[in-house]
């Protein structure tokens, strides 16, 4: 099984920057797909950003050019740095890994930004 903790959520003002990270633990396969999705009360949860497998990176063209998705193999860590932050920003923010046709969430952390 594999578990996956976010964390580094919280609250930020319009403009600001936060950095999420993601722990995974357990028995975990590879290769993986890593990503980033965020969903609010009014939305479904949407990708914001992937790390694949062999190395594509692909991001929301909504937070494209102002947060930057990483991984750290040997620490099993994920990280999502948000620059620029806007209050459309503001959501549930879930770790997820893919691997062998299942998918691992976390159990997400809070972002908000305020004004």
């Known amino acids: 099984q594999v578990q996956l903790v976010e964390s580094g959520g919280g609250l930020v003002q319009a403009g600001g920057s936060l950095r999420l990270s993601c722990a995974a633990s357990?028995?975990?396969?590879?290769?993986?797909?890593v990503s980033w999705y965020r969903q609010t009360p009014k939305t479904q949860r949407e990708l914001v950003a992937r790390?694949?497998?062999?190395?594509?990176?692909n991001y929301a063209d909504s937070v494209r050019g102002r947060f930057t998705i990483s991984r750290d193999n040997i620490k099993h860590m994920v990280f999502l740095q948000m620059d620029n932050l806007k209050l459309e920003d503001s959501a549930t923010y879930y770790c997820?890994?893919?691997?062998?046709?299942?998918?691992?969430w976390g159990q997400g952390t809070q972002v908000t930004v305020s004004s």
């Open positions: 357990g028995t975990i396969p590879v290769p993986n797909d």
């Open positions: 997820n890994l893919y691997t062998r046709g299942n998918d691992y």
């Open positions: 790390i694949s497998a062999r190395g594509d990176y």
